[in-house]
């Protein structure tokens, strides 16, 4: 499950960002009629249909697998927490047929009409996003419902599971996220490209669009980030410890960024401590105390190792992602021939893989810092696996299955790229555009 | 505490409907890979490229359809959704793989159109598992109405074991579904065709009915011993009308299709699935797993029930409208599909 999980997380982020990104490529077509833009725009929607499908077949492999591999979680929260998922049906759905409207209607659809239909294409993504963090923060804090002394469930309210403590900021962070990737995924494409030496219009300006829009969004999310880490340490006291290493109860606690926790030692070993900065990031007040996983069952913890590296990765990848869009700030106006610099460009390169690795861990560090529960001080996650045997087969060939639909997405979205190159060497006219996607 | 028994009714209306709109269009959409598959003659190719025009713009959004049912499942019958996945494990599993291979292979052939070799690769893989996916969700429907998905006595469910998966009714329903689609498919192609294709594909219409009408003949008896609370709704209970409507409607289709009538011959092959489905709907009515739950016992509470079907309502709201936007731009006037 985790590893679908991960799988398509990297689908349904360009899900989400993509149609802004195409949106905007062809909203500069239809204001300047440059060409160049509605060719981006066109080289975009062809590849977006394919990590789309794929990401709809991944989805489906999820929602499937709640059930194969999670049937009595489903069957504990299905009746509480089941009404996003199922307004996730419909906002999927809305994404599905506008996308094909979208896709298939370039020379069907008047431009206007057709630039029209990525509104719901965008607002499917955002939706689709709100639902699925809601299902998942409800695992972070599990609300609407109570439980009497036999264990059995009552007084359930779906909207209050739905609206739950951690819901908001989960959401606007995973939102925020995918644009970022998104944003860094185009950039790097083009920046790729440009070192290549195919150094024209179309491959500066869909460098610009991806680099530009990543940069907006990007301070965003370091804010999403702080509002996230306030909830965590008001809903979840023991998960901001795991990800901090934080054995003991402790005021004025510092920051610790690297370094190995040791469960037996009670430390994290080797890491650099900044004084009073947790204190600050949780309570926005340096004098704050923050409480340990002292104060919490050793038997609930979390792995230790992996939250907090998790934790560290994202956080330092995150804040170096700034780099690039502060730099490209700074050159736009005093040095554009920046712009044409090989280590400028391979750091763009290095930023798309990057934002990924980010995204990734921070889902790590949120998922794993919840072990052993599937719902949080509710149900643990070996409460919720199936009673169904010869499992791991399954898994075995499914994980086969994804290697080979993966390796040959990624050639077919290549072989696009080098048709295209070769198509407009054929016939294009020489000084129009001649690169890749 | 027991919920609304109006509530759970419309709940499972809702399923219905969702079931309903998923066999007509996704089914189509499996025939079509079933007709890829079996291509054949001095046309394979044009078959191919018709089924592959037909199915492009549309596929996903039909295949949407599943996910809105297993979700609806699980949000107002979780209980029935914990049976269905842990006592079908293996059966529901095999369908995964097929939606799986069958998406993957027909989204990257389609961009594959330099490879020739990757390309008929890709469409074997799509072909077959076109084939695999509606067989396994037929012999499903099969297994739960022969009542072998059993509980454990621990308030838990046992796997089904493989001994009742292979027996012959759930394997005879697997095959009606294959056979339902290949028809709807072949029917729809019919309409959107022209020429020397549009009977080829008329053929295939008149082929996969036989096939229907074949596997319904076996399925029957077998059911009376294999499926017996099926079988007694299906011939003398409530079921029944709907039963001989279908069997009217299948002789319709069989004189519209063999006759050329191409403008009826849509609406019959549409309405003869959806009675086919409504039947045995009615025949498994009250049982979500028969014989042992009820929709009505495994039903969520009233406070779920009441805000999913709100939902449903303002969801259709918007998109009944999409949907018809989608298959007028692409299944209108103009059946070739645009390019891009």
Redesign the interface.
């Known amino acids: 499950m985790g590893s679908s999980l991960a799988f398509h997380i990297c689908f349904a982020v360009l899900g989400i960002g993509m149609p802004v990104l195409l949106m905007i490529a062809e909203g500069l077509w239809l204001r300047t009629r440059n060409d160049v833009y509605r060719q981006l725009a066109r080289t975009w929607s062809k590849a977006f249909a394919v990590t789309f499908g794929i990401g709809a077949i991944s989805g489906t492999m999820l929602s499937f697998e709640l059930g194969l591999l999670w049937p009595r979680f489903m069957e504990f929260a299905g009746g509480i927490i089941g009404m996003p998922f199922s307004l996730e049906g419909f906002a999927f759905f809305i994404e599905a047929i506008f996308l094909a409207l979208y896709l298939y209607g370039w020379d069907r659809l008047s431009p206007r009409a057709h630039f029209l239909c990525g509104i719901p294409l965008v607002l499917g993504g955002f939706l689709s996003t709100f639902f699925i963090v809601s299902a998942n923060a409800w695992m972070n804090t599990p609300t609407g419902f109570t439980l009497d002394e036999n264990g059995a469930i009552t007084d359930i309210d779906p909207i209050a599971a739905m609206f739950n403590p951690a819901f908001p900021t989960q959401y606007l962070h995973m939102l925020f996220a995918a644009l970022v990737c998104s944003g860094f995924a185009v950039a790097a494409v083009y920046a790729a490209g440009l070192l290549r030496g195919r150094r024209d219009e179309y491959h500066r300006k869909g460098l610009a669009i991806g680099l530009a829009f990543a940069a907006i969004v990007l301070p965003i999310q370091l804010v999403t980030g702080d509002l996230i880490a306030v909830m965590v340490t008001k809903e979840q006291p023991l998960k901001l410890a795991t990800m901090e290493g934080l054995y003991k109860t402790t005021k004025s606690a510092p920051l610790t960024l690297f370094g190995i926790p040791d469960d037996e030692k009670q430390e994290v070993v080797g890491g650099i401590e900044i004084p009073y900065l947790l204190s600050i990031l949780a309570y926005n007040n340096p004098n704050a105390t923050v409480q340990g996983m002292e104060a919490f069952p050793e038997e609930n913890w979390p792995n230790t190792v992996l939250v907090h590296t998790a934790y560290d990765v994202m956080i330092t990848v995150g804040s170096a992602l700034m780099l690039p869009g502060l730099i490209a700030l700074y050159a736009w106006r005093r040095r554009p021939h920046w712009f044409e610099k090989k280590s400028f460009l391979w750091m763009i390169v290095a930023s798309g893989p990057a934002a990924y690795i980010c995204m990734e861990s921070g889902w790590i560090t949120t998922e794993s810092g919840r072990q052993p529960w599937a719902i949080y001080n509710v149900l643990k996650v070996e409460d919720s696996v199936t009673t169904a045997t010869g499992i791991l087969g399954w898994f075995i060939l499914f994980s086969i299955v994804y290697v080979v639909i993966t390796v040959l997405m990624i050639s077919i979205l290549l072989r696009m790229a080098s048709k295209r190159r070769q198509r407009l060497a054929a016939a294009g006219p020489p000084g129009v555009v001649s690169g890749d996607d | 505490?027991t919920t609304d028994p109006t509530l759970v009714a419309l709940a499972v209306l809702s399923l219905l409907v969702g079931l309903s709109m998923y066999a007509v269009f996704a089914g189509a959409d499996f025939g079509g890979g079933v007709w890829d598959l079996l291509a054949a003659g001095e046309r394979k190719d044009e078959q191919r490229s018709a089924i592959a025009r037909a199915m492009?713009?549309?596929w996903?959004?039909n295949?949407?359809w599943?996910?809105?049912l297993?979700?609806?499942l699980?949000?107002?019958f979780?209980?029935a959704?914990?049976?269905?996945?842990?006592g079908l494990?293996?059966p529901?599993?095999l369908?995964?793989?097929g939606?799986?291979?069958r998406?993957?292979g027909?989204?990257?052939r389609a961009?594959?159109?330099?490879?020739p070799l990757?390309q008929r690769y890709?469409g074997f893989v799509f072909s077959v598992s076109s084939v695999i996916t509606p067989f396994a969700l037929g012999w499903c429907a099969g297994v739960v109405a022969a009542g072998a998905l059993q509980p454990d006595g621990k308030g838990?469910?046992l796997?089904v074991p493989w001994s009742e998966l292979l027996a012959p009714f759930p394997i005879v329903t697997g095959l009606l579904a294959v056979c339902i689609c290949s028809y709807i498919a072949a029917t729809f192609l019919t309409v959107e065709t022209e020429g020397a294709l549009r009977e080829d594909f008329r053929r295939r219409a008149l082929f996969a009915g036989g096939g229907v009408a074949l596997f319904s003949a076996i399925g029957l008896p077998l059911a009376w011993s294999e499926a017996p609370e099926l079988s007694h709704e299906l011939l003398m209970g409530r079921a029944l009308p709907l039963v001989v409507l279908a069997g009217v409607l299948a002789l319709l289709g069989f004189i519209v299709t063999a006759s050329g009538a191409w403008s009826l011959m849509r609406p019959v092959a549409v309405a003869f699935v959806l009675v086919v489905l409504w039947a045995w709907g009615a025949a498994q009515w009250p049982y979500a797993v028969t014989p042992y739950l009820t929709f009505q016992e495994s039903a969520?509470?009233d406070?779920?029930l009441t805000?999913?079907l709100a939902?449903?309502a303002i969801?259709a709201a918007?998109?009944v409208p999409?949907?018809i936007?989608?298959f007028r731009?692409?299944k209108g006037s103009?059946p070739e599909?645009?390019?891009?």
């Open positions: 505490m492009g713009p549309v996903e959004a295949h949407v599943i996910i809105f297993i979700v609806v699980f949000t107002a979780p209980a959704f914990a049976a269905l996945c842990i494990f293996a529901l599993s369908v995964l793989l939606m799986i291979l998406g993957g027909f989204v990257l961009h594959a159109e330099d490879e990757v890709l838990g469910w796997m969520s509470s406070a779920m805000v999913y939902c449903l969801g918007i998109l999409s949907l936007y989608l731009v692409f103009h599909a645009g390019s891009w």
